[in-house]
């Protein structure tokens, strides 16, 4: 491995590049503090949605760019082949180059399903997991709970004469085979992920203009589906977990979140209550302090009881 920046320095705030199996792995370090690797989502979403500059402010944030996208290589088997386990071993390599023993790890959404099967496969550079709206599960059940949340989404804005626009983006999804499509998608359903995207528009709109993806199959390079089920597994975490959901999150929404934290042992929960599915952009100073608190205190023994933290509303 190998790292292109002027610095040696692996944690040197800027972008850093390494090779990995063969494939380039480029990666972002912001802030200072305690390392956290935030793995972004998707799959397929360019890194900078996830930005966090509050959470910055306390901790040394390290973006990949998840191989497939942005900077980073491209498998020979692309869109196909990028699996859990695939990205999982490029987070295992990344943690080894950042040469720090430990780090906390933060997954937003599909990075939330790469995170807590690394924290299962890999636990021993893993000082902590953060799994911000995740779920323990994707496939019919995942899909038909996303359904009646868009449901609930449009419902609310049943007014809006841009909700068409966003329905017909969530029906387009299954059609999707070229980055081109995948960015209009991701652009077409991005209100749908905000507690009030058209109330604060002025403000999400530029996020949303700037949204950038690439097509990932979600199939291994054999052609089968990589399908999440970690429900019989996530009782043997052995790492400390923190579970953030936003109460607005149609895709991975407050139900998995609470799953989640019952099948953790140890786990704390956090519900923004005045977000949906980028709580680090609606609501960045709850959501930072909650993040920062998990990592800042000295961890319990996994399996210590832990009551759910629901962030009032209006904080």
Not at 44 to 59: K, N, S, T, V
Request: a negative charge; charged letters at 20%; glycine letters at 10%.
């Amino acid at each position: 491995m190998s790292d292109t920046i002027g610095s040696t320095d692996p944690l040197a705030p800027g972008t850093h590049t390494v090779e990995i199996d063969g494939v380039s792995q480029s990666y972002h370090v912001h802030g200072t503090g305690p390392v956290c690797v935030a793995h972004s989502g998707g799959p397929g979403i360019f890194w900078e949605y996830l930005r966090m500059p509050a959470l910055e402010e306390h901790l040394t944030v390290v973006y990949p760019e998840p191989i497939g996208t942005g900077a980073s290589g491209r498998l020979p088997s692309h869109p196909n082949g990028y699996t859990r386990a695939r990205y999982s071993r490029f987070l295992s390599a990344l943690i080894e180059h950042l040469g720090v023993p430990r780090v906390h790890l933060l997954g937003h959404s599909h990075g939330g399903f790469v995170a807590q099967y690394h924290a299962l496969h890999h636990p021993d550079r893993i000082a902590g997991v953060i799994l911000y709206d995740s779920a323990p599960v994707t496939g019919a059940e995942h899909g038909a709970e996303a359904m009646r949340k868009v449901q609930e989404f449009a419902a609310r804005h049943a007014d809006n004469p841009e909700l068409p626009e966003v329905l017909g983006a969530f029906q387009s999804i299954p059609t999707i085979s070229d980055d081109t499509q995948t960015t209009a998608v991701a652009r077409g359903i991005f209100p749908a992920y905000f507690a009030d995207f058209w109330g604060r528009e002025a403000e999400f709109g530029p996020a949303r203009a700037a949204v950038t993806a690439t097509h990932i199959s979600g199939l291994d390079a054999d052609l089968t589906p990589d399908v999440v089920d970690d429900r019989a597994d996530l009782g043997s975490l052995t790492v400390p977990a923190l579970v953030v959901v936003g109460r607005y999150d149609v895709i991975c929404g407050v139900r998995w979140a609470e799953e989640l934290h019952r099948l953790i042992p140890g786990s704390e929960l956090v519900i923004l209550e005045n977000s949906g599915h980028f709580g680090h952009l609606e609501e960045p100073e709850v959501f930072a302090k909650a993040v920062t608190a998990f990592v800042e205190t000295p961890a319990a023994p996994v399996g210590t009881p832990t009551a759910a933290v629901e962030t009032p509303v209006g904080n």
